[in-house]
Structure formats: structure tokens, C-alpha cells
């Protein structure tokens, strides 16, 4: 599944991880996430993410 | 300087640093000096809104000694853990056994992992409040202004927003208001504040600045961490910061080069004439003599960058190469861009340029420039030309 990267500061969101702290259970693809979700590492929000 | 009163019980104690000249490291050269902001509220509760550099706590305890005793310290707010606004914590903790610290939970853990103290913690999110009395503070989270930690505090009843790192300015001075102090200076710095801290953060800058003005606040004073307290017509560095976020430019340009024997500093001169007779302001620096902290706030409004070389080893040379590393970090967006350079034998710098160039996300917009040696007339004028169809591309 396609990995994404935060622009701020460089945090890959893998989907086979998600990011369970922030409620995104592993297997979520980045489409799926809701827009409210922000980058664990910055806070950053998910329109700051692009493609790796 | 003592404590001054800047709002109806509300308390500049912060500290000046007359003689800070390289900022965080060698990153950033502070030519004025800075300050560091920690703001006392005496209401029924006392909190205090941000400490200082650590050589500076002394200082700090002995201003809020002038308002209060400082074991009457209910709060301490941290607004943002970075060492310059965090130092002071660990001696003033010390005296004020009953005082709370309050910030983010990403503060709250960046704070352990620089001082390792179990202070007692509330965490706080956009939205949360403390009432001290007549007056309350409440908290708007700022990630990435410039920390993921970042948080703003704002008092409804002073009208007053204390932003911490943003709108702020390495500036010493003996006075607090950006009123008092001469505007060239003033804004000079802000610039350079933003440019070289938060260029590369302006799309979330732009969008917490619409989630501010969404709020509503009433903002008669806005009292960031470094430098001077802006009180007359507050939102115009809310404004500037808006324009600066949408990376807006202007026909100028920025030659930054590095040379050996000249021969490319020639190249710069004659370029920088191009650039000027085509009616385009064009500012020219030697990176390894230059302010990089000035070069930069030069290049944030400036819609040209040219970047120049001798070749060296077949690369470019040090302090050009982590020039450009450094701007790859600003991410420039809506630039022009291109390289010059002289070499002796095969080229290879305005090669090295381009790359560095196209890393940072910038396109190379006109094709380089590259003469053998030292160049002759003919070489010269077509610098002079280059520099004339830059500065046209310019407009």
C-alpha cells in the first residue's frame, strides 16, 4: 500500500502500521484517514502529506 | 532592566541578552542581541507565562521577586520547551514547591527529556483554560510554530495574546514596546526571524493565522518571547506574517556565490549589472565573507536566486555547497532560479549547483552560465546579458 510523508517533518505514515496512538488501525490506507487526523510526530495536518 | 507592567498586572520578567551574537548553535547570527520573554499575571492565582535562557534565571527570579514572592506561583505555562524559554524552569521550580507547570502533552514530554523532573503537569489542548481570578488564560495548541510542542496562551480579559516563538525578534533593547525602538531595526529583524525560522512552515502558519482570526479574539497586545511587545496596531505583524507564509515575492533578485581567485566574483558583478539595468533590485553576497542569517531574510520576499561557484575538486565549493544545503531546508516555492561559475579545466560546480538546486524543489529557469578562468570581454558581456534576460524573467 502507498506510504506517505509529512512535508513538515519527514514522518512516513505506512498504512501496514497506521498509527494506532492516534486511532488509525494498522491496514488503514492514507485515503481512508480522516481529514481530523494530524501527523503524530509534528501535528501537522493531513493535507501536509504527500506521496512517497 | 527590572520588571515593567504591561497590562493591568501583568508583567514583562523576562531578560536581556545585550550579548548573544551566534543563536542556537552558529545557525543564526543575532547582530542585535535578543531577548527572552517570561510574562508574570498577578490575579487571585499567579501564574507565569514562559522562563528564559538558563544563564538568564537568575535574572528572571529576581524580576518576579519585584511583583512577588515566587513561591506564590500557582502556574507555569509552557508554551514551548526549546531550552532559550525553558532554561529558567529547573531553579524556578525550586522556589515555587506548590506551582503547576501547564503545556502540551508533547511539552510535557520533551520537557522530561531535557531536565528529567517529575514537576506536577497539567496538560492542555486548544480549547482548555484556568481561570486565575479576574482573569483566565486560555490555550490554542501551535504545532509546529515552530515545535510540535507550540502552544499559544491568551488572556480575553487583557485582550492580550502571547504567541511565544511567533511574531517575535532577536532585539535587544531597554525598551518593550515595538513602538519605543527604531522601526527599521525592528522590522528588519522580524524578518530575519521569520525567514530563517519559519519560512518552511508557512503553510501551516497560514492556516493556524485563519484559525486564529476564526476564534474571534480580541488582541490589544501580543507579547512574543523574543524581542519587542507589539501594543500599536498589533495585526499588522499578523498580516505580515500572513503575506510571508503565502511565500509571496517580488521582482528582485539574490546572487549568493563563493570564488578562489576572483574569476567568479567577476562573473557576479557583471551579472548584478545585467540584472540592474534591466530595472530589477539584485543584492550580491559572498557566502564565505557574508551574514548567512541576513542573506536569507534578503531571499525570502525575492522572486530570482542566482547561485554561483568556482569549481573545485569537480564540485562546488564548502560554504556555497552548505548554503544550499541550508536553503534546501526553506523549501523556496514560486522562484527562478540559475547557476554561474568559473572553472580551470572540466566544470563541475554550476553542474553541482543545478542538482542542489532541483533538490531544494526549485527548477532552473534559465541555463547556466560557465566560463574558463578568468573571463575576457566578450565573457564579461555576456555575463552583463545574462544578468539583463534574468532580471527581464524577473518582471
Known amino acids: 500500500m502507498q506510504k506517505y510523508r509529512c512535508t513538515i517533518c519527514n514522518y512516513i505514515y505506512d498504512p501496514a502500521i497506521g498509527d494506532p496512538d492516534g486511532g488509525i488501525a494498522a ?4 485515503e481512508k484517514i480522516p481529514d481530523s487526523w494530524v501527523c503524530p510526530v509534528c501535528g501537522a495536518a493531513k493535507a501536509d502529506f504527500e506521496k512517497v | 532592566m527590572s520588571s515593567i507592567e504591561i497590562k493591568p498586572q501583568v508583567y514583562w520578567v523576562g531578560a536581556v541578552d545585550w550579548a548573544v551574537r551566534a543563536f542556537h548553535g552558529h545557525t543564526y547570527t543575532t547582530q542585535r542581541g535578543t531577548t527572552y520573554n517570561s510574562y508574570l499575571i498577578r490575579d487571585e492565582k499567579i501564574a507565569l507565562v514562559d522562563t528564559v535562557y538558563r544563564p538568564f534565571a537568575r535574572e528572571m527570579i529576581e524580576h518576579i521577586s519585584t511583583v512577588v514572592d515566587p513561591a506564590k506561583i500557582d502556574y507555569v505555562i509552557a508554551n514551548h520547551v526549546e531550552i532559550d524559554h525553558s532554561g529558567g524552569l529547573p531553579m524556578l521550580m525550586k522556589l515555587c ?4 507547570v501547564v503545556g502540551t502533552q508533547k511539552c510535557r514530554d520533551g520537557l522530561f527529556k531535557h531536565y528529567y523532573e517529575n514537576w506536577d503537569f497539567q496538560i492542555v489542548k486548544t480549547g482548555d483554560s484556568i481561570k486565575l481570578g479576574k482573569r483566565t488564560l486560555k490555550f490554542i495548541e501551535a504545532p509546529m510554530i515552530h515545535w510540535p510542542d507550540s502552544m499559544f496562551t491568551y488572556c ?3 485582550q492580550l495574546l502571547m504567541p511565544n516563538d511567533a511574531f517575535g525578534q532577536h532585539l535587544a533593547s531597554s525598551e518593550r514596546f515595538a513602538d519605543q525602538v527604531d522601526q527599521c531595526a525592528l522590522w528588519e529583524e522580524a524578518k530575519k526571524y521569520y525567514a530563517n525560522i519559519l519560512w518552511p512552515l508557512g503553510t501551516v502558519i497560514s492556516r493556524k493565522i485563519e484559525e486564529v482570526v476564526k476564534m474571534n479574539l480580541e488582541v490589544s497586545v501580543i507579547a512574543p518571547s523574543h524581542g519587542l511587545i507589539w501594543r500599536r496596531n498589533p495585526m499588522q505583524i499578523v498580516q505580515q506574517y500572513a503575506a510571508w507564509a503565502k511565500q509571496e515575492t517580488s521582482a528582485a533578485a539574490v546572487i549568493v556565490y563563493e570564488t578562489m581567485w576572483k574569476a567568479t566574483e567577476k562573473m557576479a558583478r557583471r551579472i548584478a549589472e545585467g540584472i540592474s539595468d534591466a530595472g530589477v533590485p539584485v543584492k550580491v553576497y559572498n557566502i564565505a565573507e557574508a551574514d548567512r542569517t541576513e542573506v536569507i531574510a534578503d531571499m525570502l520576499q525575492a522572486k530570482g536566486f542566482l547561485f554561483g561557484s568556482s569549481t573545485h575538486d569537480n564540485d562546488m565549493l564548502p560554504a556555497i555547497a552548505g548554503f544550499l544545503e541550508l536553503v534546501k531546508g526553506f523549501k523556496p516555492r514560486n522562484r527562478l532560479v540559475s547557476a554561474f561559475g568559473s572553472y580551470g579545466w572540466a566544470g563541475g560546480a554550476v ?3 543545478e542538482e542542489a538546486v ?7 529557469s534559465l541555463p547556466p552560465l560557465s566560463f574558463r578562468f578568468v573571463p575576457d570581454q566578450t565573457e564579461l558581456q555576456k555575463c552583463f546579458l545574462f544578468g539583463r534576460s534574468f532580471g527581464e524573467l524577473l518582471k
Open chain 1, 27 to 30: 491496514g488503514t490506507p492514507f
Open chain 2, 156 to 158: 480575553p480579559e487583557e
Open chain 2, 97 to 100: 514547591p506548590k506551582a503547576k
Open chain 2, 358 to 364: 532541483k533538490e531544494a524543489g526549485m527548477e532552473v
Open chain 2, 351 to 353: 553542474k553541482e549547483i
